[in-house]
């Protein structure tokens, strides 16, 4: 990378939604300018079959012309096209990675999980302070979970885990409510996912005490968290950086949700609309990944895998870029 890049892209082509964040580089952070949003739900049918459907994948081609459209205006000096969970893990993943790329007129990396969760937790550690001792930050998506632990100036160890609420919702065949029988089997995903994939935090002692945790889930759970607290739902775009959830928090709104029907939830103040369908199986998921990982609380970030990449792309610093890491 040569010159100053001053507005850079992310194209984030995910398991839930495809998004577009555009921002300018503004001392060592970032101004978003643009943001363009498709939910695709791709994550619901790789879960189900194992496969993206051609129905779903000329939807994902539509929505990359879209938001082709609106990058050529927005005229960033650097573009991140990146793909996670639903599409390295499809079947036919490669085959809708090649017509997306031919809808945008650029290759698309396809993180592995890796990748993935360290442009996470550099996003993570730009949003919400970290400090010099190691620690612990998890990223929900829709397909995958990803967990790593870091500093403000190295990142020791990633890992990613194939477990998601979109993609449950497909693979458990999740109706309305969870029952008793569904939550088991998520704490046992949850369990399973760490014994394989999960990182030995073992070297890093008390390092879930304090856990810095991004994605749409831990949003919302945070709105939702704190209209409870102080009895009114929160503004449309209202801000929940650094908000603290405690674990017994996340407990207690798993165990609402999970016996709620979607007009109920949607009559939740502060519960966001989109993300009213597959809430319950999210706050589910972050449960069981506090308790298998002994978390003390939450910290939330709103910041996490576009704004590490993006960070990442305008550094300057091409030839350390995270993404050419190998997992420590």
Not at 39 to 46: C, D, I, P, W
Not at 134 to 158: H, K, M, Q, R, W
Not at 205 to 211: K, L, Y
Request: proline letters at 5%; one cysteine or more; a neutral charge.
């Amino acid at each position: 990378m040569s010159g100053q890049v001053t507005r850079g892209a992310v194209l984030d082509l995910g398991s839930s939604s495809f998004r577009l964040l555009v921002c300018e580089k503004v001392h060592r952070g970032l101004r978003p300018v643009l943001k363009r949003q498709s939910l695709l739900n791709l994550g619901l049918e790789v879960g189900s079959t194992g496969w993206i459907s051609p129905g779903r994948a000329k939807a994902a081609v539509a929505a990359a012309k879209t938001m082709r459209r609106a990058l050529d205006r927005a005229n960033p000096d650097v573009v991140v096209p990146l793909a996670t969970a639903a599409l390295r893990d499809a079947a036919n993943g490669t085959e809708v990675v090649a017509s997306i790329e031919h809808a945008l007129g650029v290759p698309i990396r396809v993180l592995d999980g890796a990748q993935e969760a360290r442009l996470c937790f550099l996003g993570q550690r730009a949003g919400v302070y970290v400090g010099e001792g190691p620690t612990l930050g998890i990223d929900l998506g829709g397909g995958s979970f990803e967990v790593a632990v870091g500093n403000c100036y190295d990142i020791y160890l990633a890992a990613s885990a194939p477990v998601g609420p979109t993609r449950l919702e497909g693979e458990l065949r999740v109706r309305e409510h969870l029952d008793r029988d569904v939550r088991k089997e998520v704490r046992e995903r949850v369990r399973e996912a760490l014994e394989i994939t999960g990182p030995d935090l073992g070297r890093y002692p008390r390092v879930a005490s304090r856990t810095i945790v991004s994605g749409g889930t831990a949003r919302a759970l945070a709105r939702l968290a704190v209209a409870r607290a102080h009895r009114y739902a929160p503004a449309s775009g209202w801000g929940v950086n650094q908000v603290e959830l405690a674990v017994a928090q996340v407990a207690d709104l798993a165990d609402v949700l999970a016996h709620l029907d979607l007009r109920q939830r949607l009559k939740l103040p502060g519960m966001p609309a989109r993300r009213a369908p597959v809430l319950p199986l999210g706050a589910c998921i972050l449960l069981a990944i506090a308790e298998e990982l002994r978390v003390g609380h939450f910290v939330v970030s709103e910041w996490g895998l576009r704004e590490g990449a993006l960070l990442d792309a305008m550094s300057g610093y091409a030839e350390t870029s995270w993404l050419d890491e190998e997992a420590g």
